[in-house]
C-alpha cells in the first residue's frame, strides 16, 4: 500500500498529479462556504485543540469552484468508479449543478444523521449532512452488497440487517476526540468505514481533494487501500502527515465484522434463455408445495445463487410475458 497527499489546491494539484481514468473512488467533504473558519459559534464546544489555517470558500465564489473540482474528479475517476460528496444544504445546489454539467450518474441522495446539532433559538435543529452518491458510467461500478451483512442475517424484530443497512439514511454520531489535536470538521470513522467497503476493494486507490482532518486517508490506508489526496492548508497538512506516517496499512482489518451465511455465487451473472425456462418450472412446482410466493422465492434463491429481486423480476417478467401471449 502507498499514499500520496499534496499540501496543495487540489484543482491544479489534480491537474499535475493525478492522470484521467486513475481513481476507484473518491469521498470528500468539501468547503461549506458557511464561513466554515467560525464553525465553533455554532457548536456548543471549546477550540483550545482544534487546528487553524481551515479553508473557507467565498460564497461568491463557491459555484464556480465546485465546477472546477468536480470537473477534475469526473476526469480521474475510472469508469465504474464511485464519488461519495459531503455537504450541508446551503450550497448544495451548486455542487447539485456542478455535477448534472459532468458525465457521472446518481445512485443515491443519502442522508447522514448525526447527534448533537446545530445549535438555534429560532429554527428547528439542523441535524444532518447530505451525501451524494454518484458513479462514471462506461463499466460496471464497484458496490459490494454483501460486505457488512450477510443476505439471511435478521436483527431480534426479525428484520433484514442488510436491507437497514442500505437505507439511505444512516445514523452515524460524530467522533468527539477531547484533548487531541483536530480539524475543524471531521467524517467520523465508521462512516467512512461504510462507504468505502461498498464501494471499493482492497488494493484499490482512493482518493479524496479536501482531506482536513486526513481521515478518509487513514481509514482507507487501515483498510489496505492505496490513498492520494489534497490539503491546502499547511498546518493540518503536517499534522496529518504525521499521522500517515504513524498509521500501518491494514490496522483496521481485524476490526471489521464479517458478514455471515452464504452469498448468491451468481449475482450479477446474466440470465440464459434455458435458466428462465428452468427457473419458471421450479418457480411453479415449489408454489405448489409451499403455498406462498415469499417461501418459494427464498427456496429458487438458495437452488439458483441469485438475490431475491433478480428472482422475482425474472419470475415477474415470465408470468407477464405468458399472460400477453395467452391474450393473443
Not at 409451499?290 to 434463491?301: E, M, P, Q, S, V
Request: hydrophobic share 30%.
Amino acid at each position: 500500500m502507498k499514499y500520496n497527499i499534496f499540501n496543495e489546491d487540489c484543482i491544479e494539484g489534480s491537474k499535475k498529479h493525478i492522470k484521467d481514468n486513475s481513481i476507484d473512488l473518491i469521498i470528500t467533504d468539501p468547503p461549506y462556504g458557511i464561513n466554515g473558519d467560525e464553525l465553533h459559534k455554532h457548536y456548543a464546544r471549546k477550540e483550545d485543540y482544534v487546528m487553524q489555517g481551515y479553508v473557507e470558500i467565498p460564497l461568491e465564489e463557491y459555484g464556480s469552484f465546485s465546477h472546477q473540482w468536480i470537473k477534475q474528479a469526473e476526469r480521474i475517476l475510472k469508469p465504474g468508479g464511485s464519488i461519495y460528496i459531503v455537504s450541508g444544504y446551503t450550497n448544495l445546489y451548486h455542487i447539485l449543478d456542478a455535477l448534472r454539467t459532468t458525465s457521472l450518474k446518481e445512485l443515491n441522495h443519502i442522508i447522514w444523521k448525526y447527534n448533537f446539532g446545530v445549535h438555534t433559538k429560532k429554527k428547528f435543529v439542523s441535524s444532518h449532512y447530505h451525501i451524494l452518491y454518484w458513479v462514471k458510467p462506461g463499466k460496471k461500478h464497484t458496490f459490494n452488497t454483501y460486505i457488512r451483512y450477510g443476505p439471511k442475517e435478521k436483527n431480534k424484530q426479525g428484520r433484514s440487517l442488510n436491507y437497514s443497512d442500505r437505507e439511505d439514511v444512516w445514523i452515524i454520531n460524530r467522533e468527539y476526540k477531547p484533548g487531541k489535536r483536530k480539524n475543524k470538521n471531521e467524517l467520523p470513522y465508521q462512516l467512512l468505514k461504510k462507504m468505502i467497503r461498498y464501494s471499493s476493494n482492497e488494493n484499490d486507490t482512493v482518493c479524496d481533494l479536501f482531506l482536513g482532518g486526513f481521515s478518509t486517508a487513514i481509514v482507507s490506508f487501515g483498510l489496505n487501500r492505496n490513498v492520494i489526496g489534497f490539503e491546502k492548508g499547511t498546518e493540518i497538512y503536517s499534522h496529518g502527515m504525521k499521522m500517515m506516517k504513524s498509521t500501518k496499512p491494514g490496522f483496521l482489518i481485524d476490526t471489521i465484522r464479517k458478514p455471515k451465511g452464504s452469498f448468491p455465487h451468481n449475482q450479477g451473472k446474466p440470465w440464459t434463455p434455458e435458466e428462465k425456462e428452468r427457473l419458471f418450472m421450479k418457480y411453479q412446482m415449489y408454489y405448489n408445495k409451499y403455498g406462498t410466493k415469499k417461501d418459494t422465492i427464498n427456496r429458487l434463491c438458495e437452488e439458483f445463487g441469485r438475490g431475491r429481486f433478480s428472482i422475482k423480476n425474472q419470475i415477474d417478467a415470465i408470468q407477464k410475458k405468458n399472460e400477453l401471449s395467452s391474450k393473443h
